[in-house]
């Protein structure tokens, strides 16, 4: 049932922590882990990337819907964050290129949201305290209840939300709209969540991209002979993907590798490092990476709650090849001798500025000197 204008909403957080506001979208309950994101614009983007499953995604900048929303600026088929909190919601769209309106697309998808609640004092309380569990409800408006059914809430740690996300089987990818010297190369693309966007720029930089399950061993994905296998971005907690680790473990050495954000994380954990939970992640499109091989920064999109341990790097074939400015945390590695390399953050934006194209023309150099090799 979509949401009445005026009808009240709580967001509850697992600490205690309560907001009063506004429903909108579809009216129903929901949880999911309250992180916030600091684009300043490119909210569909953010709502259909599925690296979003099971999080409720807060936005930082207050006025949020006034483009409403289009065909063109989806990551995915269908939003996929589990709930959406913003300071303001427009109903009204002012675009030439939109075909709807934010709050009517939300409905439509299911998603619940809630607005006219401080997004500041929520963003602050998150960077305090941590990302955490919560709940919003149109439908419950015991503040207390909700409370306690945040705290009932599976915790994102141990959660693999991969294969709620991973296409079904192998599909080539398909998109007339993509330029570019197709047939160049053949990629296997895991999918681990991926985003729309890096099979774009895959196709537009000449390959012809083959997408497979999460779940594919390392044989099947050598099966075509293909020049390069890349590990996408994707929800959830890599360490429960055992098998994603596996097939990684399996390929090394194999073919060139190329890694973004999940895909990064199961490649860390495949050498045989570890990862770990940050307190609030990063998410946004404003984060300064510094690339130690050049001494450049740049500035980077990311959507993650986890990182790779830095003691990966203890072992002497790997090397640190990027470093958030932020707090210090691992952005990006390589393994000294072989073609495999993997970024933390999101070098295909979408949202977000285009500092780090240049690592998709990298693989192709390292899939270009596999074949004169």
């Known amino acids: 049932m979509s949401t009445k204008e005026g009808t009240r909403a709580i967001l509850a957080l697992e600490d205690g922590t309560f907001f009063e506001g506004k429903g909108f979208g579809r009216s129903a309950e929901t949880f999911g882990e309250v992180v916030f994101n600091t684009t300043l614009c490119g909210y569909q983007e953010v709502l259909t990337d599925p690296s979003y499953r099971g999080q409720v995604v807060v936005m930082t900048y207050p006025h949020i819907g006034n483009y409403g929303v289009n065909r063109e600026d ?10 959406f909190v913003v300071r303001e919601i427009s109903t009204r769209a002012s675009s030439w290129r939109a075909s709807g309106e934010l709050h009517r697309y939300l409905d439509e998808a299911g998603v619940v949201g809630i607005s006219e609640i401080d997004t500041r004092a929520l963003t602050r309380h998150i960077r305090t305290r941590g990302a955490m569990r919560g709940v919003i409800s149109t439908t419950t408006l015991d503040a207390d209840v909700l409370i306690r059914r945040a705290r009932e809430a599976p915790s994102m740690v141990g959660l693999d939300l991969v294969r709620e996300v991973t296409c079904d ?50 044989e ?32 090394i050495g194999r073919r060139p590798i190329f890694g973004i954000c999940l895909g990064h994380q199961i490649l860390g954990l495949a ?88 690592l998709f023309r990298e693989f192709m150099e390292e899939m270009a000197a596999r074949r004169v090799a």
């Open 220 to 251: 099947d994905a050598m099966a075509g002979d293909p020049d390069g296998i890349f590990f996408s971005n994707g929800p959830g907690d890599p360490e429960p993907c055992t098998y994603a680790i596996r097939a990684a473990r399996d390929l």
């Open 169 to 218: 089987a192998a599909h080539a990818f398909e998109d007339p709209d993509v330029a570019g010297t197709r047939g160049r190369f053949r990629v296997v693309a895991y999918d681990f969540g991926m985003k729309r966007n890096i099979l774009r720029m895959l196709a537009a930089s000449g390959c012809d991209v083959a997408i497979v399950p999460a779940t594919t061993s390392a």
């Open 74 to 83: 989806v990551e995915s088929l269908h939003p996929q964050v589990a709930g």
């Open 271 to 358: 050498c045989g490092g570890k990862t770990f939970k940050l307190k609030f992640g990063h998410r946004g499109a404003n984060h300064p990476v510094k690339n130690l091989r050049t001494g450049q920064v740049e500035i980077t999109a990311q959507n993650h709650g986890f990182a790779v341990d830095p003691a990966l790097f203890s072992k002497s074939e790997y090397e640190l090849t990027h470093v958030n400015l932020n707090d210090g945390t691992v952005e990006g590695f390589r393994h000294r001798e072989l073609p495999v390399f993997s970024v933390q953050y999101h070098p295909e934006a979408s949202p977000g500025p285009h500092d780090s194209h240049y």
